[in-house]
Structures are given as C-alpha cells and as structure tokens.
C-alpha cells in the first residue's frame, strides 16, 4: 500500500472512532453533561483525522509503516465495537468498555508514527503535541464524573499510567 493510501486508511479509522462516540453521546442524550463529554471525544478523533489528513497532503514520510494484519485487525475491532455502541440498552460501563477498545487499540500508536514526521507552520506543530493528550486521563476523570464502576476506574487508571510511561511522561 504507498503512503497516501495509508494515511486515507487511518483518516477512516479516526472517523469512525469519532462516529462511535457520536453514537455514545446519542445514547446518553438524556444526560446532557456526559452527552458532551462523548461529543469532546468524538472532537478529539475528528481531529486526528484532520492531521492526518495535513500529513496526507503535504507528503509526510511514514517512519513505522503499519502492517496489514495491524489493519485488518482494526478493521474487525471497529466494526464490532460499532455494533455494541448502537444497542439500545447499552450501559454506562459498556460505553466506557468500548472507549477503553478504542483507546487501547493499536490506532494512537500508529497514529503517533504516522505524524512523527510531520512538518508545517507552528500551529501543525502545536496541535501535534495537543493531540498527545493521555485518553485515559480523560476517561478516567470523567468516569469518576459520571459514575461508572469501580472496576472501570482502576482498568482505567492502569491504562492511564501506562500510557504515561510509554510516552515518558512519568516523574
């Protein structure tokens, strides 16, 4: 696959990563403060999708260049989670279940390698590091917020220091 295909392959994975938590913020809609929430995640996605897009067109050379099986493999987890976002009954643990799928996917690793390269004015350069923010973080604050359970939070926060060990932000 050359590198414009690639970058268009991962635009759509960070749509529809977005497109899952739209669906999340319609099924909470009764609770318009977690119904943003799902929106501002869904923001987030979008852009990703916008940057990559940037790399797209300015020829940004891919450093890591995903494999197929990676591809593949997010193909299949995107499209079952899309399924359980869409159920109508679907439980605030669920929601977070699937952002947790999301986040702990393979798609901000790559996504991360696919930008490392990029070049541009200063404000490309300042919504890369923007962009770096920790997931987790955020869903573990707003799962604190709204209430899921104790074994959501403490996955959670795992994942969150994790994270911040793999990108060196540990102290």
């Not at 739209?22 to 403060?33: K, M, Q």
């Amino acid at each position: 696959m050359i590198q414009p295909q690639l970058f268009e392959v991962f635009i759509q994975f960070e749509e529809h990563a977005s497109s899952l938590y739209l669906d999340l913020s319609a099924r909470f809609g009764e609770n318009l403060a977690l119904s943003w929430f799902w929106i501002e995640m869904a923001m987030d996605e979008k852009q990703h999708a916008g940057l990559l897009q940037f790399c797209k067109e300015a020829g940004t050379v891919i450093s890591v260049v995903p494999t197929d099986e990676q591809i593949q493999h997010l193909g299949g987890l995107f499209k079952e989670l899309s399924a359980k976002a869409t159920k109508p009954d679907l439980a605030l643990d669920e929601a977070f279940d699937i952002a947790i799928a999301v986040e702990s996917s393979e798609i901000n690793e790559i996504f991360d390698n696919l930008i490392k390269n990029i070049t541009g004015p200063l404000y490309v350069i300042r919504k890369k590091v923007e962009l770096a923010i920790n997931h987790f973080t955020k869903l573990r604050e707003a799962g604190v917020r709204f209430g899921v359970s104790k074994s959501i939070l403490e996955r959670l926060a795992d994942l969150e220091q994790r994270e911040d060990f793999v990108r060196g932000l540990v102290k």
